[in-house]
């Protein structure tokens, strides 16, 4: 259990978790990390602490460099309990820290943890802290997810420690980018954007162009999950991207299926779309992850979702995923619904009613009657070529 010295007297002392494989329904196939980072200065400080399970790795790590019970400050930019679960484990040991962190912040430790007896000083976008050395900087981050957030700079460092935002769900020995590869790096961020950030894409844009007025030397973005950027002109730039919701040549289409009907307009309309050259992607919701899915749906430029009718319904699981996919509020597709039906359509109706929330360009929706016929399926194809236009 070794710390990461990531630059001259800061050191990465989070925890690896191989073994999770859920967060909060975002399907994490290869596990994440809980990072925290130990500052040595005049006040040594700790910014933010790991979930309660992985506590006793984390100390294990600041024990290498300092005794946990001198820490002065520990700086809680964010208070989800993957982060501030441990944070009663460590102020038993460091009895004398005082927590900073913003009055949202306070209110919500208080309910989550006994926050009796604990130093609890509030901070705001803007204030500074003089630890040494070293000044930290607070950067607003609320609704960046949590009401409570924020991000610690470091000026002198050129260090931004920036919590959940740029962060990744992975489990890796390496600490940085270019250690896991950049490619690699990006996927994984990818995926925790689409799954935990993309419905904040109007915050994001505005807090991209806040902080670019700030112009705050950043050579390196030490992110609460995954690796350390690096080259954070990597990841503001992909974030920049998928925050406009600038799209590939790509057709998303996901289905569920009773008899094979419902398939067999998918695949029929995945040929449509391929053969207009589209990049085609396919799932079926209970057989790939839905974290997956809606990485995928970030940057296509249509979709087509269907569901067969069931007791005169939509397919419980296509409108689990629609639930799922609402609440991420992807922006700029065209969309299409499809399914078939033994005396109904409701399931393919209620699809359209939520593409239409989504406020999707949407085309004619095609439901079809028991099994396709091959003019349906024709049909099925030509809706398919018209999404990949
Ligand atoms: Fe990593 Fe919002 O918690």
Known sequence: MKPVEIKDGIFWVGAIDWDERDFHNFTTRRGLTYNSYLIVDENVTLVDTVKHKSVRESLDRIKKVVDPSQIDYIIVNHIEPDHSSGLPDMMRIAKEATIVC?????????????????????VKGGDELKIGKRTLTFIDMTMLHWPDSMATYLKEDKLLLSNDAFGQHVASEERFDEDIGIEEALYWAKLYYANILMPLAGLIKKKLAEVQKLNLEIDMIAPSHGVIWK???????????????????????VFDSMWHSTEKLAMAIADGAGSEGAEVRVFHVRK??????????????????????????????????????????????????????????VAVKEIQKVLEELKFETLEPLMVKFKPSEEELQKAFELGAELAK
């Open 288 to 345: 790939d992850s839905w974290a997956d899915i809606v990485t995928e749906i970030l940057d296509a430029k249509s979709i087509a979702i269907g569901s067969p009718t069931i007791h005169n319904s939509i397919f419980p699981p296509v409108a689990g995923f629609l639930t799922y996919l609402k609440g991420l509020k992807p922006q700029k597709k065209r969309a299409l619904a499809f399914g078939s039906y033994g005396w109904n359509g």
């Open 102 to 122: 913003t009055q949202r912040a306070k209110d919500g430790l208080c309910k989550y943890c006994d926050c009796d007896g604990w130093d609890i000083r509030v």
């Open 231 to 253: 080259n954070p002109a990597k990841i503001i730039e992909a974030y920049s991207k998928w925050a406009e919701f600038e799209s590939e040549n790509k057709v998303v289409i």
